[in-house]
């Protein structure tokens, strides 16, 4: 029997066996042959039979390897699929750590470092030289690993500092949100800048604090509220949502206070009447918010504008203290920070305003003026006179009066009609006339205050011990004039204090 020459007979074959097994199965045998086209001339091979087992096993052969092949085929695609992932994958990974062409003997090029995610620097991101005190990353230690093994990646930059880990927003975004900064949005405007109400695109209500163009002064309150906020983190603490850098503008995004100010509701025309109970709610809540700057925080916090136009009121009347722009961070071996003359007329301590020396307890003078105004309805002063129409020269001698006797009603806001609690206000005006001492070394902490309002602790504590209305400190008399300065001492301080800044204001600028 000859070879047949022509090309995959035994492909040929097989399949003629399939097809003849699955078209007519009844027959078991059939004969197969094959013509050849080699040299024109027709060979028939050998006649092959071909059992029912014999085409079964052949049908099984061929599927198996069909689902051999396509299953191969599938692995394959799999694996080349997570090699391209896993390249992936790495290369998004190395975009955080350092560059190591810039690691040399130790020291890292800080330009080498990449902070982008996408392929491209954010705008608002805030260079090494900035203000916010950016860190380079610690040098990298030399690795143990044996020679021929890849040295370990570098470490990753450090985290973003605290007061950029924050929305940051560009300033169409906010142009937008606000209307184009119109007048309809604006909710107020102070010496650094105006403030407006603007509606982010998911819905939330914000305040943009935008400062004014060239400020120096700006751009220092800038970089201290962010810088100092973002640290913070209290009920009674306005919270920062994020913030703006274009150019020279800088943009502060505050969460929206709907309910106006203390000062507002206190000395507004048409204003309804602050019932007792919220005015004790507000005095405690605030000076829990000041007590946490000034004790919990790290490094301390100073506000230096302590006012009621900085108590901001949520619809329950709770006060979140707002405006940090004054604020000075100063560390634990820093007992005063000197700096140039900030604050509101009114509400500066004595010692600050003469020596520019700044302490904690610069702030429990001013939150103390903001308490007599609470308790006595009148504002901090009047700017077209001073003598009897300064707040803290009117208060002094009545808070010592009302201590020794007992009388309250001449000091409580009349407007009350007497509608007050009496044990309240005896911890109220305790409390007033400790923080509005001349000497601020004999002024409390904000912590005895909150506790001293809660009625937490014995009034004496605001004294050294003694009981309010019969230390010689609190009493009537010379010793009065002793503890808060000759009579109308602190009018004559505030009237020195402006003509030095109008005359200061008035001076050429050094440029």
């Known amino acids: 029997m000859s070879c047949d020459p022509s090309p995959s007979p035994a492909a040929t074959d097989s399949a003629a066996a399939l097809l003849a097994h699955v078209s007519t199965p009844s027959h078991a045998s059939r004969r197969l042959s094959t013509p050849s086209s080699h040299g024109g001339s027709h060979h028939k091979p050998a006649p092959e039979h071909v059992s029912s087992s014999g085409g079964l096993t052949t049908t099984s052969e061929i599927v198996l390897a069909a689902?051999?092949?396509?299953?191969?085929l599938v692995l394959?695609?799999?694996?080349?699929a997570c090699c391209c992932r896993s390249k992936r994958r790495t290369k998004a990974r190395q975009r955080f750590y350092a560059d190591t062409s810039g690691y040399q003997g130790g020291a890292w090029d800080s330009t080498a470092y990449y902070y982008y995610t996408s392929g491209a620097k954010p705008q608002n991101k805030i260079g090494p030289s900035s203000s916010f005190n950016w860190h380079s990353p610690p040098p990298e230690k030399h690795s143990t690993a044996p020679r021929g093994r890849p040295a370990l990646m570098p470490p990753p930059p450090p985290p973003v500092p605290a007061g950029l880990d924050k929305n940051a927003f560009s300033y169409e975004e906010l142009a937008a949100a606000t209307g184009d900064f119109s007048d309809e949005n604006l909710l107020g405007q102070g010496g650094f800048g105006y403030v407006h109400r603007g509606v982010l695109p998911g819905g939330k209500e914000v305040a943009v604090k935008q400062l004014k163009a060239g400020s120096g002064q700006g751009e220092r309150e800038f970089q201290a509220e962010v810088d100092m906020i973002s640290r913070v983190q209290h009920s009674h603490?306005?919270?920062?949502?994020g913030y703006c850098i274009a150019g020279a503008r800088r943009l502060l995004v505050y969460d929206f206070v709907p309910n106006q100010t203390l000062e507002h509701h206190l000395h507004a025309r048409g204003s309804p009447?602050?019932?007792w109970t919220t005015r004790l709610r507000i005095a405690v809540g605030s000076a829990k918010g000041f007590a946490y700057l000034h004790e919990e925080c790290n490094p301390r916090i100073i506000h230096r504008d302590i006012k009621s136009a900085n108590i901001l009121l949520d619809n329950n009347f709770e006060?979140?203290?707002a405006d940090f722009g004054m604020a000075k961070l100063t560390s634990e071996s820093d007992t005063h920070v000197s700096t140039r003359v900030m604050g509101t007329f009114g509400y500066l301590a004595p010692e600050y305003a003469s020596s520019g020396k700044l302490t904690d307890k610069s702030d429990v003078f001013s939150y103390g003026v903001m308490l007599l105004e609470l308790l006595t309805g009148r504002r901090p002063s009047d700017r077209s006179a001073y003598g009897e129409d300064c707040l803290v020269d009117w208060a002094r001698p009545a808070l010592s009066r009302a201590l020794a006797g007992g009388d309250y009603d001449g000091l409580v806001d009349p407007r009350l009609r007497g509608d007050?609690?009496?044990?309240e206000a005896v911890r109220v005006v305790a409390a007033a006339a400790a923080c509005v001492r001349h000497a601020g070394r004999r002024r409390p902490k904000m912590s005895q205050i909150v506790k001293a309002l809660q009625g937490d602790v014995p009034l004496e504590e605001l004294d050294g011990g003694v009981r309010p209305g019969q230390g010689p400190m609190l009493g009537g008399g010379s010793s009065s004039g002793s503890e808060y300065g000759s009579s109308g001492s602190y009018a004559a301080q505030m009237e020195r204090l402006r003509k030095k800044a109008v005359a200061a204001a008035a001076m050429p600028s050094p440029e």
Do not use: E
Not at 237 to 241: H, M, Q, R, T
Not at 420 to 423: E, L
């Open 319 to 321: 006060p979140l203290v």
């Open 67 to 72: 689902v051999g092949t396509a299953l191969l």
């Open 76 to 80: 394959l695609l799999a694996a080349c």
């Open 420 to 423: 007050y609690d009496r044990t």
């Open 237 to 241: 603490l306005v919270p920062l949502v």
């Open 273 to 275: 009447v602050l019932g």
